[in-house]
């Protein structure tokens, strides 16, 4: 993270969780964890080590991130 500017570190939220479920889908990883009592996604590289069971540093951009009412389906914020 040295390279990145003020503003790209500013919008970056970093937080740990431990993987509930590690999905391999192709060329694409999916990582499924709780952020407190909110069920998460994360796409991740399919190079990943991450397991169910282990705790994962996770940084996202919260400029680019996408939420979705879970049952409505509905875009909450993108």
Do not use: C, W
């Not at 040295?2 to 500013?10: K, P």
């Amino acid at each position: 993270m040295a390279d990145m500017t003020d503003r790209q570190l500013h919008s970056l939220s970093v937080f740990e969780s431990t993987i509930k479920v590690y999905e391999l889908l192709g060329a694409e990883v999916y990582l499924y964890f709780d952020l407190e009592e909110f069920p998460m996604t994360a796409r991740v590289d399919p190079r990943t080590t991450a397991r169910p069971g282990d705790v994962v540093k996770f940084a996202f951009d919260v400029d680019k991130i996408h939420v979705f009412d879970k049952e409505t389906e509905q875009i909450i914020t993108n």
